[in-house]
């Protein structure tokens, strides 16, 4: 049986454009997952797990994506 791999792995096409993809889908939190060469007209692509996202919709998406600690939330409460 073929074991899955999850790590991001990244193409570069012959075209020039760079593309980064986890699970057979596009995605990076790092880069934008379809980078274009400069001086091309196309703009880059920013997607995570197969979805697309503006560049401020993906900057959002990465500042949530570690959360913050318990002892740092405010909203958690704790019980004693």
Excluded: C
């Excluded at 379809?34 to 703009?43: A, H, I, N, R, V």
């Excluded at 959002?60 to 004693?80: A, F, I, L, M, W």
């Amino acid at each position: 049986m073929k074991r899955k791999s999850f790590e991001t792995k990244t193409l570069k096409a012959v075209d020039g454009r760079t593309i980064t993809y986890f699970d057979g889908k596009l995605h990076s939190w790092e880069v934008p997952a379809l980078k274009y060469p400069t001086g091309s007209d196309s703009k880059d692509e920013y997607w995570l797990y197969g979805f697309q996202y503006t560049k401020d919709e993906w900057k959002e998406q990465r500042r949530d994506r570690n959360g913050v600690s318990p002892e740092k939330n405010p909203q958690v409460k704790v019980r004693n």
